[in-house]
């Protein structure tokens, strides 16, 4: 089992950057890890995983090029850098930790950060 807990996050204007991070506890090193984001009124959608080594990314569509997910296992930490921010990016941000092979349905990443607000204006 892996407990999450999320720092970063806040108000920027468009084409800003920020940095989320996501520390874990323990077996961090065995889960693949995502970054999944919800905003108001809207289901929770998936946004980049990672896969144990770090070697593999996947990304939807809309954040490629802006956003890069990276992990450092001997920190037990995973990281979403976001640049390029754009309005419609507003969102709460979680990170998740699964077991299961590539997968962007939330329904199968049972381990949660306690989600942080990213906001930015036009």
């Known amino acids: 089992q892996v407990q999450l807990v999320q720092s970063g996050g806040g108000l920027v204007q468009a084409g800003g950057s920020l940095r989320l991070s996501c520390a874990g506890s323990g077996f961090f090193s065995s889960y693949r890890m995502g970054w999944f984001r919800q905003a108001p009124g809207k289901e929770r959608e998936f946004v980049a995983h990672?896969?144990?080594?770090?070697?593999?990314?996947y990304y939807v569509d809309s954040v490629k090029g802006r956003f890069t997910i990276s992990r450092d296992n001997a920190k037990n930490t995973v990281y979403l850098q976001m640049n390029s921010l754009k309005p419609e990016d507003t969102a709460v941000y979680y990170c998740?930790?699964?077991?299961?092979?590539?997968?962007?349905?939330?329904?199968?990443?049972?381990?949660w950060g306690q989600g942080t607000q990213v906001t930015v204006s036009s």
């Open positions: 998740a930790g699964t077991s299961r092979t590539i997968t962007t349905q939330p329904r199968e990443w049972p381990y």
């Open positions: 990672i896969s144990l080594s770090g070697a593999s990314t």
